[in-house]
């Protein structure tokens, strides 16, 4: 899913760091909904009204109600699980936007927006891959070292990858050295690809024997896969 960058997040972002970034290019968004977990929090939700049901609640005062209101315990559990289930729409999405300048991630906050400047991406590592179709591709990315893969998108068949260096952008806090990004979607990541090699190529940055890196189409992979 991409769009062009017209949320209030996204606004925020481009109006803190446009200085420093450029002018915003693209926005694009990873999301994947946790369907898995909704049967397993109802499920908590049941239980957990079936013990007030049993039990009553000590510091109200109230009595036991044992299942007097069939339709009552029914949809407070229905809703308390639903609750439950909401919480994980919190990490659900995540969105990478594109400057003229480099790429802008974790803008939520302050203290965690980060920013990877073309100059400190190695053009010849960026390339895409493609996992078979229920499998999410940056699960099959590994590398050498712990911790030496940072992960951008939230869970897709598709990934975009590359190397480079973070750079954070709230005084005072340090960043992670380099290592290997991968942002991971469901849709062919084509416009997230172009525009980056369009604005790398704009700030006169290629790889050595070729004006644009080769990362389209993507290269299939079925099984782990080493990046170093």
């Not at 499920?43 to 009553?56: H, M, N, R, S, W």
């Not at 990004?181 to 006169?204: H, K, Y």
């Amino acid at each position: 899913m991409a769009d062009t960058g017209t949320t209030w997040p996204t606004r925020r972002a481009e109006k803190l760091y446009g200085d420093r970034l450029g002018r915003l290019r693209h926005s694009e968004l990873s999301w994947h909904i946790a369907w898995k977990w909704l049967p397993a929090l109802l499920l908590v939700g049941f239980v957990y009204g079936a013990i007030a049901e049993l039990t009553g609640r000590p510091q109200t005062g109230r009595d036991p109600a044992l299942f007097s209101d069939i339709l009552l315990f029914l949809t407070t559990s229905a809703l308390t699980g639903l609750v439950l289930w909401s919480i994980t729409l919190f990490w659900s999405f995540r969105r990478v936007l594109v400057f003229d300048r480099g790429l802008l991630y974790g803008y939520a906050q302050k203290h965690t927006a980060r920013a990877i400047f073309w100059h400190d991406i190695d053009p010849g590592s960026l390339r895409t891959v493609e996992a078979p179709v229920g499998i999410a591709a940056d699960g099959l990315l590994k590398t050498l070292e712990k911790g030496g893969k940072t992960s951008l998108g939230v869970s897709g068949r598709y990934a975009v990858v590359f190397h480079g260096a973070p750079t954070a952008l709230a005084a005072g806090v340090g960043a992670s050295g380099p290592g290997f990004f991968t942002f991971s979607t469901d849709r062919t990541p084509d416009r997230l690809v172009t525009e980056i090699q369009r604005a790398m190529a704009e700030s006169g940055i290629h790889r050595a024997g070729s004006p644009e890196p080769e990362a389209l189409p993507p290269v299939p992979i079925s099984s782990a896969t080493r990046l170093d």
